[in-house]
């Protein structure tokens, strides 16, 4: 009965030291994020006159994990019988994440350079076909202070909509899931924990 016991214990140990490790490995940081983007639509690909630009943010906030805004593609009207055609116009956008819970981040993996391509036509201020698609950047890992974050684009193909809708206004969006690493002296509680476990194990005394 002692030796059932005994193993019982050690189980129940190891089964809360797992569960632990578990939760306490990458935890979900709910973290304040401010940061500001830059954005440019090249000349380059545009037959007529160049009517997208990009409005850039400053200072803005959000608590990650989430979805947020990396600016507004801004789409001016043309001329009434005129039209703007895009071809492989490359566009870039800068993301660089100015604090981090109220700190400025040591290290800073940032900025980041997210990229694309316009494709379509605008005529005159109420039609456009013009489409933004962003060169593919699957998970984009990088750290900010002690938290490690990873950048997504969930959305990679967005089409600009004309002037007269939303004043010419079509939002990039991407999402950032931020992480704390688990802090070294719980990893040695833990390691501790286990080691009183296995010593419990091989006592003679417990027999």
Not at 118 to 139: C, D, H, M
Not at 187 to 194: I, M
């Amino acid at each position: 009965m002692r030796m059932v016991r005994r193993w019982s214990g050690v189980s129940k140990l190891a089964l809360a030291l797992s569960l632990l490790l578990l939760t306490g490995a990458n935890v979900s940081a709910g973290t304040l994020v401010t940061y500001s983007t830059s954005g440019t639509v090249e000349s380059g690909g545009v037959s007529g006159s160049g009517v997208i630009s990009f409005k850039s943010l400053t200072d803005a906030s959000f608590n990650s994990p989430s979805f947020f805004s990396l600016g507004d593609f801004q789409v001016a009207a043309l001329p009434t019988g005129t039209s703007t055609t895009y071809t492989n116009t490359p566009f870039s956008i800068t993301l660089i994440a100015n604090q981090v819970d109220g700190e400025v981040p040591v290290p800073n993996g940032s900025p980041i350079v997210i990229s694309g391509v316009l494709n379509g036509t605008i005529t005159g201020g109420n039609q456009s076909t013009v489409r933004a698609l962003f060169n593919p950047i699957g998970e984009v890992p990088f750290q900010t202070g002690e938290f490690a974050n990873v950048l997504t684009l969930p959305v990679t193909d967005i089409y600009l909509v004309p002037s007269t809708t939303n004043n010419g206004v079509t939002t990039a969006e991407a999402h950032l899931r931020t992480t704390v690493p688990e802090p070294t002296t719980i990893a040695l509680f833990l390691a501790t924990l286990a080691g009183l476990g296995l010593r419990r194990l091989r006592s003679p005394s417990a027999a």
